[in-house]
């Protein structure tokens, strides 16, 4: 581990339908401490863009006008039905993703990933009750049904909405170590589940 001399900077892909939790549960997390992380809300426009839930978010910075990201950070939601097909959105994910230094999604997030085909043959996982959709975007994935996260070199992908903060905290290890890992979980009052391929909603939707 090679800890950062500086805070490190997530972009964060915003898109008409995000999932809330999805977004601002991992950044909870990453932003309880002003020396490790700041962030950028991304879209393709810098209009206030609503989520699946209804409330909006203000946009930092448009895909057009944001630089190199230390960190990728892509949500899911209902709105990825669409926006796999958006194809300014996949080659801002695809530039963004080449030069940063992590990436990582969350639930059908990582089927907006997928379809730039960064991950072609690397291992992920997805949101379970969505997986037949998400895998099918596609094939060249090495799709893992059962796990609550999955790491494959600068790729973290994770499972349904609540996954991505277990995900954070992984990645959070990954970055600075488990001491600061386990001081954010204590100030969040989090209990993290460490364990990455705990996982019963894959047999809860037949998946295994």
Known sequence: MNTPLGPLH??????????LLDTFGPLEFFLMDSNLFRYSLLAETLDPVASGQGPRSVIDQSFEDCGEVDILFIPGGKGTRLEVEN??????????????????????????LA???????????????????????????????????????????????????DMALALIEKIYGPDIRRSIEEK???EWNSNSSHDPFARLNNLI
Do not use: H
């Open 10 to 19: 997530i972009g964060v892909i915003l898109f008409p339908g995000f999932e």
């Open 188 to 190: 969040a009052e989090y």
């Open 115 to 165: 379809k730039t085909g960064l991950i072609d043959g690397k291992q992920a996982t997805t949101n379970k009750a969505a997986w037949k959709w998400a895998t099918s975007q596609r094939d060249q994935v090495n799709w893992v049904p059962k796990a609550r996260w999955v790491e494959d070199g600068k790729y973290f992908t994770s499972s349904g909405i609540s996954a991505g903060m």
């Open 87 to 112: 194809e300014d959105l996949l080659r801002a994910i695809s530039r963004l993703s080449q030069t940063s230094q992590y990436t990582s999604t969350v639930c059908t997030g990582a089927a907006l």
